[in-house]
């Protein structure tokens, strides 16, 4: 049972303009919130988190917004470019033994 | 600050041989330190966690006398992948984390073919 889903395999933007990354979970026990990015044969990169207890954090272009009741969270990238392209993956935190659950990861192109 | 080197970054060995990929967190101490396995076009799938100075505990289905995962120091944990078959040919990545952190440092990954 796939605790941490992220439904869109990938996803295609006009450079310049906003992509938005979307992430559900199922489990309540998720403390922290993370997006990591990743280009092929690299390790993910840390890009923004987010406390259980917000619904929002800010990092230059990038947030990620919380809705705790939807059991959703999204990232967006505005303006997007050239050097976003990369696989998006969604990491919750597990309160009981801090360990990270991942989403399947979500491709994202910038067209140019 | 948070840098993880693995070493090597990529190796190709023969079948039956044995191969011990290195993961080093540079400037900060790792008091846990995590393996993943990732497939083509799959998500990062966690093999096994390991605690400075004890055993590692290993997720379901991921054999541990043929991942053998040691994490002797605080900046240094390897993973030797025993009597290596093509099928364990991945690219394996590892990450650490401080005492109580939230955030995942992850190296750069190793590329195993096993021919």
């Known amino acids: 049972d796939q605790q941490v889903k992220q439904n869109s395999p990938s996803l295609s933007v006009q450079e310049g303009r906003i992509s938005i990354l979307n992430c559900d979970y199922t489990n309540s026990m998720f403390d922290y919130f993370l997006w990591y990015k990743k280009y092929p044969a690299e390790g993910p990169t840390f890009l923004i988190s987010i406390s259980s207890i917000k619904d929002k954090n800010e990092d230059g272009r990038f947030t990620v917004f919380l809705n705790k009741s939807a059991k959703h969270l999204s990232l967006h990238i505005v303006p997007s470019q050239p050097g976003d392209s990369a696989v998006y993956f969604c990491a919750a935190r597990e309160v009981s033994n801090y360990q990270l659950i991942w989403g399947a990861g979500t491709k994202l192109i910038i067209k140019p | 600050g948070a840098v993880v080197s693995q070493h090597p970054s990529w190796v190709i060995c023969k079948s039956g041989t044995s191969v011990k990929i290195e993961c080093r967190s540079l400037d900060f101490q790792a008091t846990t330190m995590f393996w993943y396995r990732q497939f083509p076009k799959q998500s990062l799938m966690l093999m096994a966690t390991?605690?400075?100075?004890?055993?590692?505990?290993?997720e379901q289905g991921v054999e541990k006398d043929k991942f053998l995962i040691n994490h002797a120091s605080l900046t240094l944990s390897t993973l030797t992948v025993t009597s290596a078959h093509p099928e364990d040919s991945s690219f394996y990545i590892c990450s650490a984390r401080r005492l109580a952190g939230y955030e995942q440092y992850f190296g750069p990954g190793t590329r195993l073919t096993v021919t």
């Open positions: 390991s605690n400075e100075g004890s055993k590692a505990t290993y």
